[in-house]
Each structure stands twice: as structure tokens, then as C-alpha cells.
């Protein structure tokens, strides 16, 4: 049944959306995601000055949650093979992928980034973040690498871990034995 939907989706994609001036630009923001690099550059870049260290922080925290739940945790359980691997009639404009599709890891830790930035940056630079999160995650159904429900779990993923994370990096910074060491 969940396939079924997902299939359906993909392939209404694929024959509606897909056009040969859109793939350049799907293709371009998918890159955003690819390994997490944007997004490590980023954290580490907030790292770097005092006003911005919480949410460097946070982002750190989310995003090793996000890797351990996502790359070493539930692709491997899960094992679901890339629908164009199973679905003869799905093109995939990327790839192929040498992991498993089952979350989208583009989007776990896309969301797992912008919406610690959301959360504790001004709307001003996190809102930005978040739309770039949500072209990451259509890109990977554009470009047919992904199943809808992947980028599903991706994004709730990247939502559980990011809320994980401003939560310990809240507590920390409002400990009281913090309130000293700043």
C-alpha cells in the first residue's frame, strides 16, 4: 500500500514535473545535501564566534544523532533497496546511490541543521535554511532517488534530532552550574 502511493508519486514526478530546464537546477540544490558537507561547513562556521557557538553546538549534537540514527542505524535495518533499483519505469537523474534508501539522509540532516538554526538563530537566517532543507528533500524525489516516505522519515528524523539537541544545548547553557563558566 505505502509503496504503492510512493510509486504513484514518483512516477506523477517523473511524467509532470520532470522538465530538461528544471533538472540542472534539482540537481544544483541536491548538492547541498550530499555527505552533509554544507551543512558541517556551516556548523563549523557557527562555532567559530561567541554569539553563534550555542547553535554550532547544537547543530553538532543534531547532526551526529542524525548520522548515527540514519547511516549506522536504520538504513542498515531497514535495507530498503532505491526505487529505481525496483521499479523499471523510475529514472534516476543521480546515482547510483551506494547506500540504502530508506531515510533520505540529504534531508534528515538538512532538517537536522535548519531547524536547530530556526529554533536559535533570528527568522531572518534560519527560515531561509529550512526552504533550502525542503528543495533538498524534493530534489531527491525529483531526481528519483528517493521514495516519498524516505524523505518522510528524513524529515522527521532531522526534527526529532535538532529538538534533541536545542534541548541539551538549553539545558547546558541554563544549568546553574553553567551560569558561572560563561
Known sequence: MITDIDIRF??????HLRTPAATPF?????????????WIVLTLILLIWKRTRRAGLAC??????????VNILIKNLVARPRPYDLFQHI???????????YPSGHTAASFACSLVLVRMLPKKYGIPLV???ALIAFSRLYLGVHYPTDVIGGFLIG?????????????????????GSE
Open 60 to 69: 553538532t549534537i543534531s547532526l551526529l544523532l542524525d548520522f548515527l540514527i
Open 91 to 101: 529514472e534516476a537523474l543521480a546515482g547510483p546511490m551506494k547506500d540504502y534508501s
Open 26 to 38: 534539482w540537481k544544483f540544490i541536491t548538492l547541498f545535501g550530499d555527505a552533509g558537507i554544507f
Open 131 to 133: 526552504v533550502l532543507s
Open 10 to 15: 514518483l512516477t506523477f514526478v517523473q511524467e
Open 159 to 179: 526534527c526529532l534530532t535538532s529538538w534533541i539537541a536545542c534541548r541539551v544545548v538549553q539545558h547546558r547553557w541554563e544549568s546553574p552550574a553553567s551560569a
